[in-house]
């Protein structure tokens, strides 16, 4: 096994350079950073660290989410909630920068002594996952798609189960031509399974399923595709759903710019109950996910691991949270 001084001496650097690298402290040159790294992981360096912090976990969190977002505010909340009550600790660990690569997390953790990790929406993906497993870290997932994955304990709800519902509750009020508005995840991440699920339960129904991709365009230049779509059903009913909540700003707005009341022959539900949905006109239904529970599920779960019991699944309820939006004008 390589030790500290062999990771120095062929990085070109001191031994208390190499743990600043490892451990993301600041006083450290970014070339530096990333020569070290780029060593530990030719060597195949693993830092023993301190003493493992059998009282603190971390969960990955992007600079680029917002802290006023109701999804990673509410799931906090509940982490924390569980943590305090459990005498933990949580550690948020940003992952922005653009050379920050499941060694590197490896390295943040370990160079810790953090043994417990908690997947959120963000990264690591799963190779990553099974590489944190290899090394001791305990890990829970709020991806469906991670109980495949060996070691790994999962708290989720079931949102096959509210696609079911709503699309259910559309299909009751007239809507049979029916929309999905997603934005690309990318590979790996649980929008995926939402897609899947909606593709599978639409075709179950004898109809054929519909998307509108609006990966990477921003929601100022999203007008146009509504706008297109509302001409293009000219008055004809039909239902829509998205992955992600943002765009809905944009589909009433497109009804504003074009005269017409708000949904005009449109149902709607969104799939996470976001505040704001509540103060639009119509109020938006919504798939109300249990974010707050997840989180407090997710930690318990890692507790229990980290206490030497075996990874499992939870599966939590969701309800729908019904409102204008899915019934007023079919």
């Known amino acids: 096994m390589p030790s500290i001084h062999e990771v120095a001496r062929l990085a070109g650097v001191s031994t208390g350079t190499v743990s600043r690298a490892l451990t993301g ?14 060593v530990v992981k030719d060597v195949g360096y693993v830092p023993r660290g301190p003493k493992a912090n059998t009282r603190q976990i971390a969960i990955p969190v992007s600079l680029q989410f917002r802290l006023n977002d109701n999804y990673f505010t509410w799931f906090l909340e509940g982490m924390y909630n569980a943590a305090f009550r459990l005498g933990y600790d949580v550690a948020l660990l940003p992952f922005d920068r653009t050379e920050y690569t499941g060694d590197d ?3 943040h953790l370990l160079g810790r002594g953090i043994r417990g990790l908690v997947q959120s929406y963000f990264l690591p993906l799963p190779d990553t996952l099974r590489k944190l ?3 001791g870290v305990q890990v829970v997932s709020t991806f469906d798609e991670s109980a495949s994955l060996p070691a790994v304990g999962v708290a989720t709800y079931d949102y096959y189960d509210a696609f079911y519902r709503a699309l259910m509750m559309l299909l009751e009020h007239g809507f049979r031509d029916l929309y999905l508005v997603y934005e690309d995840p990318g590979p790996d991440q649980s929008g995926h399974a939402r897609v899947r699920a909606y593709d599978d339960l639409v075709r179950e129904c004898g109809l054929e399923p ?7 365009i921003s929601v100022d230049k999203q007008l146009p595709i509504f706008m297109r779509l509302i001409e293009e059903r000219a008055g004809k009913p039909y239902g829509i759903m998205g992955n992600y909540p943002w765009f809905i700003p944009s589909f009433y707005r497109a009804h504003d710019v074009m005269g017409l009341s708000p949904l005009n022959r449109a149902g709607l539900i969104a799939t996470d109950d976001f505040e704001y949905l509540s103060y639009l006109s119509p109020p938006v239904s ?18 229990e691991m980290l206490d030497g019991k075996p990874a499992r ?4 309820p969701a309800k729908i949270q019904i409102r204008r939006s899915s019934n007023a004008v079919g």
Request: charged residues 25%.
């Open 286 to 303: 919504a798939i109300a996910s249990p974010i707050r529970e997840m989180g407090y599920q997710a930690v318990e779960l890692l507790v």
């Open 313 to 316: 699944k939870v599966v939590l």
């Open 105 to 107: 997390l490896l390295m």
């Open 133 to 135: 497993v290899a090394n």
């Open 210 to 216: 519909h998307r509108i991709d609006v990966t990477g």
């Open 25 to 38: 402290k600041p006083d450290i040159s970014e070339a530096a950073r990333r020569r070290v790294i780029q």
